[in-house]
Nanobody, 125 residues
Framework: VQLQASGGGLVQPGGSLRLSCAASGFTFDDYAIGWFRQAPGKEREFVAA????????SYADSVKGRFTISRAYAKNTIYLQMNSLKPEDMAVYYC???????????????????WGQGTLVTVSS
């Protein structure tokens, strides 16, 4: 099971980025996928997650209305569209997977089985 996060970069406040999480070595279909982030000196925190079917998703309050998580089954890829970015969104973003065929959306770090390597998002003018 391997996850590869990409799409990070430098963006001005108010700008947008789309992160991708590509899976290899397993079938994405049976896994819930989450995005987490970790800013310097802070603990890793939940950002968003989506069920295996894509029918349910959940967001941290701090990103609700600005970020959207989606999945492209044909590409075995999860996306995190981030709009209206703020300086406080600056962090390393990680995607993670949890084997789950239920409609439950895992929110906690410990619930996830595999993690990608992270991609850095810098929000600065």
């Amino acid at each position: 099971v391997q996850l590869q996060a990409s799409g990070g970069g430098l963006v001005q406040p108010g700008g947008s980025l789309r992160l991708s999480c590509a899976a290899s070595g397993f079938t994405f279909d049976d896994y819930a996928i989450g995005w987490f982030r970790q800013a310097p000196g802070k603990e890793r925190e939940f950002v968003a997650a989506i069920t295996w079917s894509g029918s349910s998703s959940s967001y941290a309050d701090s990103v609700k209305g600005r970020f959207t998580i989606s999945r492209a089954y044909a590409k075995n890829t999860i996306y995190l569209q981030m709009n209206s970015l703020k300086p406080e969104d600056m962090a390393v973003y990680y995607c993670a997977s949890k084997y789950s065929s239920s409609g439950y959306v895992p929110l906690a770090l410990y619930e996830y089985d595999s993690w990608g390597q992270g991609t850095l998002v810098t929000v600065s003018s």
